[in-house]
Nanobody, 127 residues
Framework: VQLQASGGGSVQAGGSLRLSCAAS????????MGWFRQAPGREREFVAA????????YYANSVIGRFTISRDSAKNTVYLQMNSLKPEDTAVYYC?????????????????????WGQGTLVTVSS
């Protein structure tokens, strides 16, 4: 399974970007996809997640109302629409996939919930 993240770039505060994460592989099948980010000098943190089946979404408090996660099942692609960007949103953004059904004992915000990770895409927001 391969996850290819794209769409990062540089934008001024208040601007928008849309990240994409395309999943591929011979027998790709996953329960959910998530986005995490890691700012310089900080630990990686949860941003948003979505289940493939019901399209249930989850967000970090810091992005509620500004970011929207969505999926296109036909394309095996998940998107992260980021609006009203702030300098503190600057980070490398990673997408991840959970192959096992249900969240079980962990929730979508835990890194250990995910089985596959893509390479990061850098988002830089200037003030």
């Amino acid at each position: 399974v391969q996850l290819q993240a794209s769409g990062g770039g540089s934008v001024q505060a208040g601007g928008s970007l849309r990240l994409s994460c395309a999943a591929s592989g011979r027998t790709f099948s996953s329960y959910a996809m998530g986005w995490f980010r890691q700012a310089p000098g900080r630990e990686r943190e949860f941003v948003a997640a979505i289940t493939w089946g019901g399209g249930r979404t989850y967000y970090a408090n810091s992005v509620i109302g500004r970011f929207t996660i969505s999926r296109d099942s036909a394309k095996n692609t998940v998107y992260l629409q980021m609006n009203s960007l702030k300098p503190e949103d600057t980070a490398v953004y990673y997408c991840a996939a959970r192959s096992r059904p249900g969240w079980n004992a962990v929730g979508p915000a835990w890194e250990i919930a995910y089985d596959y990770w893509g390479q990061g895409t850098l988002v830089t927001v200037s003030s």
